[in-house]
């Protein structure tokens, strides 16, 4: 896979670490497992075992034809294999390079597409959708509705209905002339921002925008902007090409499956018509760890990213968001974006954490696979085994015996603060709070100066933190633009 350029850096790295086996007799063992390749790591082959014995039971007891699954860790596919069989007739097995459906997928190169048009500045989020398309009439939900906005088809918050019409039903989808024609019969189910609303047609629409905007259809804008870019050469748009696995429908109480043929999602293909690999998809989601303006294998710039990554629109529950494109969950304290997809014989997920730069992406080639919970079960054994081999301790300035100095209790005219001496850090309670509270620390810079840590953004988190001293006394401690007066050691 296309990966961007390491070895010079690992090079350097590794110079260091044999310099230090000379010069602190550090143990090989120690070198070594600093420096191995995240596959070969044993937790991260003791955790694959476990994950394949569980889903190969999965296959066998629920009776599914098949899944490919990968794992990413920043650059790499470190680890992809397949699963039981992409036909079973033909017992054609799965494998890496098999393709699927990508189903709903297809929503984040929307997004990515989207967020491209707005850098060159052709676009922007809160434009009208009828600036760009002069047919987008509908019946609104509300007679003074605000106009929808590109945002609003992005972030499933425009209120439109789920779908154009029974392409479900009869995996009939509407040509793109055809959609036009329908949609001024297409009734709003809600206004604008009032909830989160899954909808399948809004994407349709905000594919349409980038044709409109860019002059290209939807495959040629994705081929030359996303797919060669990144090296996508598996990928494709609404193409029965060869190496598809073969999609089969839920099994039925005789466990029997229907066989699915080819289904052409036409003009709904920005929603839901892309064609790929787990070996492409885990470019993609490479592409998601990338800094730096957009070009070459960026295929977007920093800022365009964190907004895509960010939530935008909550669900009502407050359980899960949506971000531009991506959908955003928190599970145990960890924030994960991502997607799900599901088209006639093929369900898939994909699933990242961008702090520990690991995704996971599961294919199948049926529709009661239930992804998102082999997703779930792949990131916490092997996923989080390689986000383990992976992480990069961050360079801590060394404790200072020193800097005990500082603590003591210090007052301004907004209240008291209490820095506490611990166990070789700083860190800051309320004194007159019910309950002891140890939520604010000091990490500490150099040269006596401090950054507040801190998990949520009030005060002043994030900032610097310094404290004066006067005739060999700390008498103030400094903290972003304020201050407060020591009274006590």
């Known amino acids: 896979m296309s990966k961007r350029p390491r070895a010079a850096g690992r090079c350097v790295r590794t110079g260091v670490l044999i310099l230090a086996l000379s010069t602190w007799s550090v143990s090989p063992a120690s070198v070594f497992a600093q420096v191995m390749p995240p596959a070969d790591n044993p937790e991260v082959q003791a955790q694959i075992r476990l994950f394949s014995a569980w889903l190969e039971s999965q296959i066998a007891y629920r009776g599914l034809p098949g899944v490919v699954v990968g794992v990413v860790a920043g650059d790499d596919l470190v680890w992809s294999r397949g699963f039981g069989f992409a036909d079973m007739e033909a017992a054609r097995p799965m494998e890496p390079s098999t393709r699927f459906r ?21 676009v922007r989020l809160d434009d009208p959708v009828s600036d760009y398309l002069s047919w987008f009439r509908f ?13 609003h088809l992005l972030t499933h918050s425009s209120g439109l209905p789920r779908e154009a019409r029974s392409h479900w039903s009869d995996w009939d989808f509407p040509t793109g002339e055809e959609l036009v024609a329908l949609m001024p019969e297409r009734q709003a189910a809600f206004s604008p921002e009032v909830r989160w609303k899954y909808s399948n047609l809004a994407y349709s629409v905000a594919g349409m925008v980038v044709e409109h905007v860019s002059g290209m259809t939807w495959a040629d804008y994705l081929q030359q902007n996303v797919f060669d870019p990144l090296g996508m050469a598996a990928s494709s748009v609404d193409r029965d090409v060869p190496g598809l696995a073969t999609g089969y429908g839920r099994r039925m109480p005789d466990g029997t499956r229907e066989i699915i043929p080819f289904v052409d999602a036409r003009g709904m293909a920005a ?3 892309l064609t790929s690999t787990v070996e492409d998809m885990a470019r993609f989601v490479s592409a998601q760890f990338r800094d730096g303006a957009r070009g070459q294998d960026r295929i977007l710039g920093t800022a365009s990213l964190r907004e895509m990554h960010r939530v935008r629109m909550l669900e009502n529950t407050w359980t899960r968001g949506q971000g531009i494109g991506f959908s955003v969950q928190r599970v145990d304290g960890r924030l994960y974006v991502g997607h799900g997809g599901g088209y006639p014989g093929h369900t898939t997920q994909t699933l990242i954490q961008l702090d520990d730069r690991v995704g996971v992406i599961v294919l199948t080639n049926t529709n009661d696979s239930n ?26 300035t060394e404790w200072d015996p020193a800097w005990a100095r500082f603590a003591g209790l210090y007052r301004s005219r907004w209240g008291d603060s209490q820095v506490v001496l611990m166990d070789e850090r700083l860190v800051i309670i309320s004194p007159n709070a019910g309950e002891i509270q140890v939520s604010t620390e000091l990490e500490p810079l150099g040269d006596g100066r401090f950054r507040m840590v801190a998990p949520t953004g009030g005060g002043a988190v994030g ?18 633009d304020s201050y407060a007066d020591r009274v006590r050691d």
């Open 102 to 122: 990508m189903a709903s997928h297809s929503k984040l190169f929307t997004a990515t597409a989207i967020m491209q048009l707005r850098e060159a500045g052709q």
């Open 139 to 151: 019946q609104q939900a509300a007679e003074d509705d605000p106009p929808i906005t590109i945002e």
């Open 271 to 273: 929603a839901t018509g």
């Open 371 to 396: 992804p998102s919970q082999i997703a779930s079960q792949l990131m916490k054994t092997v996923g989080g085994a390689v986000a383990d081999a992976t992480k990069v301790e961050p360079q801590q």
């Open 463 to 480: 900032e610097v933190v310094r404290f004066v001293e006067r005739d060999g006394r700390v008498v103030r401690m400094i903290t972003g």
